[in-house]
C-alpha cells in the first residue's frame, strides 16, 4: 500500500474524519503534546452527547492551543492572544442558540487574557472554557507563564521561577464559574466526561486540562518526554471529591488534585438580562424578536434537553460501574 | 449595494432636540444594529447609555465589557453570529482597541466604531474636543490596512452617517469609523429622523449556495464575499492569520500580498463611490479651506469674514475622512494659490493636503493643540496669509 493511500484511507475513513478539517492534517502540535489528545476527548464527548454541531462554535486564541479552532469542523474563530472569551462571548450573546466553547492555554487565557476570563466567569457566560495547562508559552519559545510552579526553569526564568503562580481552579471558582474541574491529558475518560457534562451545563465552565509540553517544559526542566509526563500524571494525579479549591495548587512536579470541583445551578448572563428586562419592560422586552412566552418555552425545552442528557449520563455511568468498568478513574459522581 | 427601507422598529421618526452622542445610538438602531459592547470613555459614554436604554425594547442587546480591547473583540464575535454591531470610545480606548481592529480588518467583520475624540496624548483633557486621533485610526494597528472613516460636523450628521456607516460596513465588509469630537457629541440641535421607509439600509449580504461551497474570502480587490452566520451549518473558519479563500492559514509571503493587496484595494479601487465632500464657492478661490469635523463650522465664519475682506475663500469639508479624498485635492491644487488646513491637533490631515497638492500650491496648517475649537481669527488670519 502506497503512503498516498494510506493518506487517503486516512482522511476518509479516520474515526475523526467528520470532526476534524482532515485536509489541513497533519496538525502542528510536536510529538507528546496533549493538546491534541484534548481535542479527540472532545469529539469524543460532542459524539457521545448527540451535541447538533452545527450549533456548537469554537473560539480560540494565539499559541499551540489557539490552533484548534482551525482544525475543527465547526463554526470556528481564531482570534488575537488573550481575546478569545470576549470574542466568544460577542458570538454566544449574538446568537444563543449557540454552544461556544473556547479552547485556550495557560498563557492565553490567564496571562494576557486575565481580564476576559475573570469577567467572563463573573457574569456566568454560558460558554466552556477549556485550559490546556503546560504551565509555559509554547509557541515563543518556553516562557514563564502565570502557572508555572515556583523553582520550574523556564527560557525567562533561566535560573528558576520566583513567581507565585495562579491556581486555576481557585481562581475560576473565586469568580463565579458554575462549573470547574480539573485533570490531566492522561485522564482521556475524566476529560470526555467532563467536557460532555460541560456540553450540558449552562453558564460558564472551566475545565483544566494538566498536559505535556515535551519540547520545551519538559527538555528544560529535564523531565523526560511524553511518557515521562504521562508517568508523573499517572503516580501523582488523585481525584479528590468534596476539595475545597483553595487546596488544589500545583507544585513542580507535586501533587495533582483532579475532579470536578464545582457544579452548581445559577441563571447566566443572558438569563439575568432577560429576566431583569422582562421584568421591567414586559411584552415590550422582545430579544432579537422572540416574545417573552417563545423564549420560555424555548428555555424549558432546553432544560428538559439538558435533564435528558444528564440521566442519560448517569444510567451510562451505572451501567459502566456494574460492568465494573472504569472503576479506577472515577470522580465525576 | 442593495438598500431596503429600515425596521421601523428601531427608527424613533420625528424632530428631536438631541446631541450628537445620542443621535449616532438613534443612526446605529435605525440602521438595523442591534449589538452593542462597550466601555465607559467621557466623552462618548452617553451612546452607550442611550444604546443600553433602547436596546431592549428594540430587540437589541448591550453589554458593557470589561475594557476596550473586550469591546471590540465581541463585536467580531457578534459579527459572525449574525448581528449588526457597534461600539463608541474616545482616544484612549480607541488606542487599547487597535490590535483587534486589525482582527477585524483581516477577519473582513463588518462594523462601526464611533470616536468622540477628546485632548490628548494620554488622558490629556478627557472632557474637551481635539481632532487627534485621525491618524492613529488609520496607521495605528500593525500591518498594512484600510479602513473608512466619516466625520460628521452636527447632530443631525451624526444621525446620518451613522447609518451610512453601517451602510458601507456590511458593502465592504470593513470597520468604519465615525470621527466626531467632544463639541459634536455633547452640542444640542435639531435632529430629524426621518420615517422607516425614507431610511436605506444595506442588509447583511449572507451566502445562499450549497453549504459545501462556501468561501469566507475572495481576493478580488474589489468587492467582498458573502458571509454567512454561525449556527446556520456552514462550518466557517475565519482567523487574523494570513488565510486562503476558505479562511484556513496560509502562512506564505505570496498568500500574504494576495490578502493585503485585496483589503487596501477594495476601499481605494471604491474610493470614488465612498467619498463625500462638501465644496462651497471653489470655483475661482484662490484660497481653499480644508476641514472637517466641527472644525468646519468654526471655518464657515473665518471665511465668512475673508469674504468681507474681499479674499475669494472657498471651502471643502471632508465628510468621508478616510480614504482620502486625494484626486480632487490634487485637482483643485492646480486651481487655487494655497490650501489652509485647520484641524484640532498638530498637524494630521495637513500632511495627506499636502501630499496630494504635490507642490502645486502652497499648504498652510493651522494647528490647535486641542481642548477647544479655533478661534476664527486664527483661521482668517492663515487664510490672509494665504492670500498674499
Known amino acids: ?333 | 449595494m442593495l438598500r431596503t427601507a429600515a425596521d421601523p422598529k428601531g427608527v424613533l421618526s420625528g424632530a428631536h432636540f438631541l446631541d450628537g452622542d445620542h443621535a449616532i445610538a438613534e443612526g446605529a438602531l435605525a440602521a438595523g444594529c442591534r449589538f452593542f459592547a462597550g466601555y465607559p470613555i467621557t466623552p462618548s459614554t452617553e451612546t452607550a447609555e442611550r444604546f443600553a436604554e433602547r436596546c431592549p425594547s428594540v430587540g437589541g442587546l448591550f453589554i458593557q465589557m470589561e475594557d476596550e480591547i473586550a469591546s471590540i473583540g465581541a463585536l467580531v464575535g457578534a459579527a459572525w453570529g449574525g448581528q449588526k454591531v457597534m461600539t463608541v470610545t474616545s482616544g484612549p480606548g480607541l488606542s487599547l482597541m487597535l490590535e483587534n481592529l486589525g482582527l477585524a480588518v483581516m477577519t473582513e467583520t463588518p462594523m462601526v466604531i464611533a470616536d468622540v475624540q477628546r485632548a490628548g496624548p494620554s488622558t490629556g483633557l478627557p472632557t474637551l474636543p481635539g481632532q487627534q486621533d485621525m491618524m492613529q485610526v488609520r496607521w495605528g494597528s500593525h500591518g498594512d490596512y484600510r479602513i473608512i472613516a466619516l466625520s460628521p460636523d452636527s447632530p443631525q450628521e451624526c444621525f446620518d452617517l451613522t447609518v451610512e456607516a453601517f451602510n458601507l460596513s456590511e458593502t465592504y465588509r470593513v470597520p468604519v469609523f465615525i470621527m466626531t469630537d467632544e463639541t459634536v457629541g455633547h452640542m444640542h440641535e435639531k435632529v430629524v429622523i426621518p420615517p422607516a421607509e425614507a431610511i436605506g439600509v444595506v442588509p447583511r449580504n449572507l451566502y445562499q449556495g450549497p453549504k459545501e461551497d462556501y468561501r469566507p474570502y475572495q481576493f478580488t480587490g474589489k468587492d467582498v464575499a458573502p458571509m454567512v452566520r454561525a449556527g446556520d451549518g456552514y462550518r466557517f473558519h475565519i482567523t487574523g492569520l494570513t488565510h486562503d479563500e476558505r479562511g484556513y492559514p496560509a502562512l506564505t509571503p505570496a498568500q500574504n500580498e494576495k490578502v493585503v493587496t485585496h483589503l487596501c484595494e477594495k476601499i481605494d479601487s471604491n474610493a470614488d463611490k465612498i467619498i463625500r465632500l462638501e465644496e462651497e464657492e471653489v470655483d475661482g478661490a484662490d484660497v481653499l479651506v480644508v476641514s472637517y469635523g466641527i472644525t468646519s463650522r468654526i471655518v464657515s465664519r473665518a471665511v465668512q469674514l475673508a469674504r468681507e475682506a474681499g479674499i475669494k475663500a472657498g471651502t471643502l469639508r471632508l465628510i468621508t475622512v478616510w480614504p482620502f479624498a486625494e484626486e480632487r485635492i490634487r485637482e483643485l491644487a492646480g486651481k487655487v494659490r494655497a490650501m489652509v488646513v485647520p484641524e484640532i491637533n498638530y498637524g494630521q490631515m495637513v500632511r495627506e493636503v499636502e501630499r496630494s497638492a504635490a507642490g502645486q500650491c502652497r499648504v498652510i496648517s493651522v494647528p490647535h493643540c486641542a481642548g477647544a475649537v479655533h478661534d476664527p481669527n486664527v483661521i482668517l488670519a492663515a487664510i490672509k496669509e494665504a492670500s498674499t
Open chain 1, 1 to 333: 500500500m502506497s503512503t498516498a493511500l494510506d493518506e487517503a484511507t486516512f482522511r476518509s475513513e479516520s474515526p475523526m474524519a467528520e470532526f476534524l478539517r482532515m485536509e489541513r492534517m497533519p496538525h502542528i502540535w510536536c510529538p507528546g503534546c496533549g493538546i491534541g489528545s484534548v481535542v479527540n476527548c472532545f469529539a469524543e464527548a460532542v459524539k457521545k452527547s448527540g451535541f447538533d454541531m452545527d450549533k456548537l462554535a469554537v473560539v480560540s486564541g494565539i499559541g499551540c492551543s489557539g490552533r484548534v479552532a482551525g482544525y475543527v469542523k465547526l463554526d470556528s474563530i481564531h482570534t488575537t492572544h488573550g481575546r478569545a472569551v470576549p470574542v466568544a462571548t460577542g458570538l454566544a450573546l449574538a446568537n444563543p442558540e449557540l454552544k461556544v466553547v473556547v479552547f485556550s492555554g495557560d498563557g492565553d487565557i490567564v496571562g494576557i487574557g486575565g481580564n476576559h476570563f475573570i469577567h467572563a466567569a463573573r457574569r456566568n457566560m454560558d460558554l466552556m472554557v477549556i485550559c490546556i495547562n503546560n504551565f509555559t508559552y509554547g509557541m515563543t519559545g518556553g516562557q514563564v507563564t502565570p502557572t508555572t510552579p515556583q523553582t520550574a526553569n523556564a527560557s525567562t526564568t533561566p535560573y528558576g521561577n520566583y513567581e507565585y503562580p495562579f491556581s486555576l481552579p481557585f481562581l475560576a471558582d473565586a469568580c463565579g464559574a458554575t462549573y470547574v474541574a480539573r485533570w490531566t491529558s492522561l485522564h482521556a475518560r475524566n476529560v470526555t466526561k467532563s467536557i460532555r457534562e460541560a456540553l450540558n451545563h449552562k453558564g460558564f465552565s472551566f475545565i483544566e486540562v494538566i498536559s505535556p509540553c515535551t519540547t520545551l517544559y519538559q527538555r528544560r526542566n529535564r523531565l523526560g518526554d511524553g511518557m515521562d509526563a504521562l508517568s508523573y500524571y499517572r503516580e501523582e494525579a488523585e481525584v479528590e471529591k468534596e476539595v475545597d479549591t483553595r487546596d488544589v495548587g500545583i507544585d513542580f512536579q507535586g501533587d495533582i488534585t483532579m475532579g470536578r470541583f464545582v457544579r452548581r445551578e445559577k441563571p447566566t448572563y443572558l438569563d439575568a438580562v432577560n429576566e431583569r428586562y422582562a421584568n421591567v419592560l414586559g411584552d415590550e422586552y422582545q430579544l432579537y424578536g422572540m416574545t417573552t412566552p417563545e423564549r420560555e418555552e424555548k428555555e424549558r425545552r432546553e432544560a428538559e434537553g439538558r435533564a435528558k442528557a444528564r440521566a442519560q449520563m448517569e444510567d451510562e455511568e451505572a451501567r459502566l460501574m456494574a460492568e465494573d468498568l472504569g472503576a479506577d478513574e472515577e470522580g465525576l459522581g
